[in-house]
Nanobody, 113 residues
């Protein structure tokens, strides 16, 4: 099993935006169901979004309307566009192919003024 590789995290102010990327060789974004998860310090990991091969998406209530999942098939890369970030979005973010238990290292997002 090869871990996915998340990138794009960083420190942003409330209301700011960030785009996370997820690359890997153990999934095909155009064929697999892909998911995003996050885990804040001292908190349980939570699912936040899913993208199906046909393009359908679903989001947890706390990010709906602010976050958007997309993909680039040629680059085999999954994205998470994060807008209007809030302090409560501070967490480590992970991508994962549905059905997989092989987590990557994630990428840290910190929202603070």
């Amino acid at each position: 099993q090869v871990q996915p590789v998340e990138s794009g995290g960083g420190l942003v102010q409330p209301g700011g935006s960030l785009r996370l990327s997820c690359a890997g060789s153990d999934f095909i974004v155009s064929e697999d169901i892909m998911t995003w998860h996050r885990q804040g310090a001292g908190k349980a990991r939570e699912w936040i979004a899913t993208l199906w091969p046909g393009g359908a998406t679903i989001y947890t209530n706390s990010v709906q309307g602010r976050f958007t999942v997309s993909r680039d098939d040629d680059k085999n890369t999954l994205y998470l566009q994060m807008n209007n970030l809030k302090p409560e979005d501070t967490a480590r973010y992970y991508c994962l192919k549905a059905g997989s238990t092989t987590w990557g290292q994630g990428t840290q997002v910190t929202v603070s003024s």
